[in-house]
């Protein structure tokens, strides 16, 4: 790492920038911290590494991208982590075509409206990629997915699968309408429990906000409101974890599906 040159000061000066969502969207461009999250990265869509000069690990060289080297200090400042790991990426956003999305055969998607904790988006994207889900839809008015908090709690499921930010959804749901993709939200007053609904068939799954669920404007527009059981004295359960739920009664209904085609 002797060759490396050290970080200047223009470097600096952007991943400063990038810590903030009007530097992101200005350079079209985020972080992503930390090694396991570099190693996850497609090759295709990184700007440079920088690394500290105490980082001993050279797997980010195959990348043949510029690499920079920064003094320990430098680096814990650039860090927005509480123990830096020595390494992190400057990324393009992936760019999706979201016609050709919407044109998959059979999809489920995930839509989301006004989540605003970067750790619930980052665990309901990380249970949308490992259930298999098509493409993941975040509503304007949703926490950034380009925060680096959102970033490092989505584990590499960022790089996995089609994510689309600032959506209008009811623009949106009406597209799915259109392609006969329905959309079943989670809902306190639903109707039916989600054990009781067909996902087998083209779907999205509608979650809300952690405090106040889905806005009435939205589930106007929806096919149908399901509920997840709770019987017990909880009058409503965390939003990653009833997206994980609900997620995943997708996943089991289409996996017990015969000649269902998934990557297991």
Avoid at 26 to 42: M, Q, S
Avoid at 76 to 102: E, F, H
Avoid at 107 to 130: H, K, M, S, Y
């Amino acid at each position: 790492m002797d060759n490396l040159l050290y970080v200047s000061s223009r470097i600096l000066k952007q991943i400063n920038l990038l810590k903030t969502k009007k530097g992101r969207d200005n350079f079209n461009l985020f972080i992503a911290e930390g090694e396991r999250l570099t190693k996850e990265i497609p090759k295709d869509i990184i700007e440079y590494i920088v690394v500290s000069e105490n980082y001993d690990k050279t797997f980010y060289l195959k990348y043949n991208v510029k690499v920079y080297k920064a003094s320990s200090s430098v680096f814990k400042k650039l860090s927005d982590t509480v123990n830096p790991q020595g390494i992190l990426a400057v990324c393009r956003k992936n760019v999706y075509n979201i016609n050709k999305v919407l044109n998959i055969h059979n999809p489920f998607f995930v839509l989301l409206e006004n989540i605003n904790d970067p750790g619930n988006l980052g665990t309901i994207i990380r249970t949308a990629d490992a259930a298999y889900a098509d493409a993941v839809f975040i509503s304007k008015g949703s926490v950034d997915l380009f925060n680096g908090k959102t970033v490092r709690a989505t584990m590499g499921s960022l790089f996995h699968l089609p994510i689309f930010t600032d959506i209008d959804l009811s623009y949106l749901i009406n597209k799915l309408k259109e392609k006969n993709i329905k959309i079943y939200a989670a809902h306190l007053n639903g109707s039916k429990y989600i054990y009781d609904v067909d996902f087998k068939k083209s779907c999205s799954v509608l979650i809300g906000n952690e405090a106040n669920g889905l806005s009435d404007f939205i589930c106007d527009f929806t096919d149908e409101l399901v509920k997840i059981p709770m019987p017990g004295k909880a009058e409503s359960i965390n939003a990653s974890v009833a997206g994980g739920i609900f997620i995943y009664e997708v996943l089991r209904q289409r996996f017990l599906q015969e000649g269902y085609n998934w990557k297991g």
